[in-house]
């Protein structure tokens, strides 16, 4: 389960200074004096006093937010120094005012994590209670910041509170819409080669380093229209940094240093949202008591709303792999498939050399069975990236499907007509490339040792060993390799690899075919 970190920064808060006491009341010539003291029980002591007597006293409410805060009274200090900025104040104290709110929210920001985290390590639901309670102190000071809602809503989320998620979430998505029309404008997207985007849309103004934990971090400051625009980045595997998120035009009244701190994007409350809406589409759908009308009417009200919090993550994450396949489902339940074509289309034709939108074009076309039209795209990918470890995956599998389809084609064909004679020449170049290009993907970390991508591997070269290509020692190395990973196997996925290991063995005669079927009836249910 992710860990939230603890917001870190530096301030100097200097000095606050003081008008002459002679014209205040005693209880505030007290309240002043206890502050210079740092006795910020005095403070609050005196300061109520003074508020008591004079509800519109500004100084007063500004110097017992600031002892409520050292008292850890955090909410107390939230509302007074709310309602103090609201009051006649002089220049010195108001000019005080945005650090103090600063103070405020990053307390409540940093205690709500740590309520969050140890609500991780334990799982006492208590401190869920205590964690929003916290981000929502933060949300009195800070409305605008769409983190808080996110952080609620992943707090609810725990609670197994689906409607209260929602409801935070819609928010985080309502706040953050000017960042994400700016991104799908541009062509900016997570993931994002810094280089790349720099490409797109210039060279920073300035830029920050950080550090995050054992991470570096980095934002980029941006003007454009008039518009301060910051793009986070950290750095990847290749130790190149890249785009994990951004904000346009925050409000004037935060702090330079809240602007430039690194916040990531998060998808995860889009994912939830759209996963939300569909379940709410089936649960319509088997609702006999409803009419026809009102069940088709409320059903793609329901999927309408999945596919547009689904396209927010194919926009700023067109590697999510699970969104570019959940829209594709979605479309195909509402028989849209020619819609979902036409929209991918138009983002291939307005940028051709965006290899992350011509893989999504392969996998809608995959999907569909168009394997041709898939193959093209793929190919067209990987003459951008030829590393790029999905599409490599994806372009085998498109190329075994197009050999399956014609296996399926002649021996269909046998069966209508006797005389027919089968032409392994046909499917074979594709059996062949199929093996090569998952061989490939195993170049990368993800599908090195990925079960699905071995096991295909295994049935290609057995299958082409059948055909009269010396294949054997590929399938014997890979069989050494998928043994390799019974170990590591988790108990959930041990059906699924003892009975391919049950397949793949029993193919080649292997005596120890006898005994991965064997295990392979254990796991059955």
Not at 308 to 335: C, H, M, V
């Amino acid at each position: 389960m992710k860990r939230y970190f603890i917001l870190l920064f530096f301030l100097i808060s200097g000095t606050i200074l003081f008008q002459g006491f002679q014209c205040a009341s005693p209880e505030m010539t007290t309240a002043k004096l206890a502050f210079r003291n740092n006795d910020w029980q005095k403070v609050e002591e005196f300061a109520g006093k003074e508020i008591a007597k004079n509800p519109k006293n500004g100084e007063a409410k500004f110097l017992l937010s600031r002892a409520k805060i050292k008292l850890n009274k955090t909410e107390e200090a939230a509302k007074l120094i709310l309602e103090a900025e609201k009051l006649p104040l002089e220049p010195e104290i108001k000019q005080q005012i945005p650090l103090t709110k600063f103070l405020i929210w990053t307390n409540a920001f940093n205690t709500g994590i740590t309520h969050f985290n140890n609500y991780m390590a334990n799982q006492n639901k208590l401190l869920l209670d205590s964690a929003i309670y916290y981000f929502k102190i933060g949300q009195m000071i800070r409305p605008q910041n769409a983190e808080f809602d996110r952080l609620i809503g992943r707090a609810y989320e725990e609670l197994a509170n689906e409607e209260k998620a929602m409801e935070s979430y819609l928010e985080y998505a309502k706040k953050l819409k000017n960042d994400l029309d700016w991104a799908k404008n541009v062509g900016v997207f997570l993931k994002m080669p810094r280089k790349d985007l720099a490409s797109k849309i210039g060279k920073a103004k300035e830029s920050v380093g950080d550090r995050l934990g054992d991470d570096s971090v980095l934002t980029d400051v941006y003007s454009a229209m008039g518009r301060p625009i910051y793009i986070y980045y950290s750095l990847d595997e290749k130790n190149e940094f890249i785009v994990e998120g951004w904000r346009v035009n925050p409000p004037a009244e935060w702090l330079e240093n809240e602007k430039t701190s690194y916040i990531p994007l998060d998808v995860n409350p889009f994912a939830f949202l759209a996963q939300s809406y569909f379940n709410r589409a089936v649960a319509i759908r088997d609702n006999q008591t409803l009419d026809s009308a009102k069940r088709v009417a409320g059903i793609n009200e329901n999927l309408e709303k999945a596919k547009d919090f689904t396209k927010i993550i194919t926009n700023i994450d067109p590697t999510n792999i699970d969104a570019n396949r959940f829209l594709i489902s979605l479309y195909e339940a509402q028989g849209k498939s020619d819609e979902a074509l036409a929209e991918i289309g138009k983002l291939v034709q307005k940028e051709p050399e965006n290899k992350f939108y011509l893989a999504q074009y392969g996998e809608l076309f995959l999907r569909l069975n168009k394997y041709d039209e898939a193959i093209e795209q793929y190919q067209k990918a990987l003459k951008i990236d030829p590393e790029f470890c999905d599409v490599n995956r994806n372009i085998a599998a498109a190329y075994k499907n197009k050999a399956v389809a014609i296996i399926q084609f002649q021996e269909d064909k046998k069966d209508k007509d006797k005389n027919f004679k089968e032409n392994p020449e046909e499917y074979k170049p594709y059996l062949v490339q199929s093996a090569d290009y998952f061989k490939k993907a195993r170049n990368c970390e993800k599908y090195k040792n990925d079960l699905q991508v071995l096991s295909e591997l295994a049935n290609l070269y057995f299958g082409l060993s059948n055909l009269g290509m010396n294949t054997k020692n590929d399938l014997n190395l890979i069989v050494d390799d998928l043994e390799r990973l019974e170990q590591s196997i988790p108990d959930n996925e041990k059906e699924v690899y003892w009975l391919k290991m049950c397949k793949i063995l029993g193919d080649m005669n292997s005596p120890k075919a006898q005994r991965a079927c064997q295990e392979a009836k254990k796991y059955l249910k």
